[in-house]
Nanobody, 121 residues
Framework: QVQLVESGGGLVQAGGSLRLSCAAS????????MGWFRQAPGKEREFVAA????????YYADSVKGRFTVSRDNAKNTVYLQMNSLKSEDTAVYYC??????????????WGKGTLVTVSS
């Protein structure tokens, strides 16, 4: 089992920045992929970004490219999502997730409880 705990959500004005953190614990390895997904009110959960623990290769949804940056600190077992130039449409609950065999377009096996990001216009 893998446990994931997100933090860093909150209220921010449009154009502002936030950094989300996801602390991982339990049984996982560097071959896992860590991801961020989000779910806005009345919408389906969508992929935001992901990063490989082993080599740090990032993946981004087109909607956040150039604004969001995913990174990891292997020593702290923590993944970050730096969100800049936030827009009202970025308002959502953001979930951290991980999987041992992920590829773009797929979901992940383990999920955190989520952290709410609200962007006011």
């Amino acid at each position: 089992q893998v446990q994931l705990v997100e933090s860093g959500g909150g209220l921010v004005q449009a154009g502002g920045s936030l950094r989300l953190s996801c602390a991982a614990s339990g049984r996982f390895s560097i071959w896992y992929t860590m991801g961020w997904f989000r779910q806005a009110p009345g919408k389906e959960r969508e992929f935001v970004a992901a990063i490989q623990w082993s080599d740090g290769i990032p993946y981004y949804a087109d909607s956040v490219k150039g604004r969001f940056t995913v990174s990891r600190d292997n020593a702290k077992n923590t993944v970050y999502l730096q969100m800049n130039s936030l827009k009202s449409e970025d308002t959502a609950v953001y979930y951290c997730a991980t999987d041992s065999n992920w590829s773009p377009g797929r979901g992940m096996d383990y999920w955190g409880k989520g952290t709410l990001v609200t962007v006011s216009s």
